[in-house]
């Protein structure tokens, strides 16, 4: 089986997308292995236009699979609102999209913590999109997080909502620092 790695070394917007376009062709699987919805590409196919930030270009082709592998954090609506986009424009993306087991989830209170952690800082902000990748990846790495395996296991609803109570604490201490800096040690399990 051939394959064919696209890797970007310059932190995004260096055209990784229109490579993997033109790439996908060739290709059953189109996989996307890392990152979130925080960026994206424009994919310009004859007159149509699709502006993907989750699924892999490859669904745009009929007879492609696209796959969110396990180094990806996945925000269920936006992958929901991308999914519903596609099926607006004609692409059925039923049996050919793919979300790996070991994705991470991304739930509301990664993004308030995001906010939260970004006006902490004051002057020194970093310029998040407040989508709330970065609290969600923290989590994953701590391996506290909730792979998409875990929500469908009958114990999720009973085993996670104490540890996430906990995060949202750490959220309220986050909103309410008047320092600018985030210190993650404050709001650890």
């Known amino acids: 089986m051939k394959s064919v790695v696209v890797v970007g070394a310059q932190w995004g917007d260096e055209g990784k997308g229109k490579v993997v376009d033109y790439l996908s062709g060739s290709f059953d699987y189109i996989a996307r292995v890392a990152g979130g919805h925080n960026a994206g590409h424009t994919v310009i196919i004859g007159k149509d236009r699709y502006v993907l930030q989750l699924i892999p ?12 592998g396990t180094g990806t954090v996945v925000d269920p609506a936006a992958l929901v609102a991308e999914i519903a986009m596609l099926s607006k424009a004609g692409i059925d993306v039923k049996g050919r999209l793919h979300v790996s087991n070991r994705a991470h989830l991304i739930f509301p209170y990664h993004r308030e913590l995001d906010k939260a ?7 020194n902000k970093i310029g998040t999109t407040s ?9 994953k790495w701590r391996a506290v997080g909730c792979a998409c395996a875990i929500c469908w296991s009958r114990n999720c ?7 996430w109570s906990r995060r949202r604490i750490g959220w309220r201490r986050a909103r309410t620092a008047q320092t600018s800096t985030f210190h993650t040690k404050s709001w650890k399990p």
């Open 57 to 68: 270009c490859g669904i745009l082709r009929p007879k492609q699979h696209a796959v969110i």
């Open 117 to 123: 952690a970004e006006g902490a800082r004051g002057a």
């Open 131 to 139: 989508r709330g990748i970065g609290p969600r990846t923290k989590t």
């Open 157 to 163: 609803l009973r085993r996670k909502p104490r540890m």
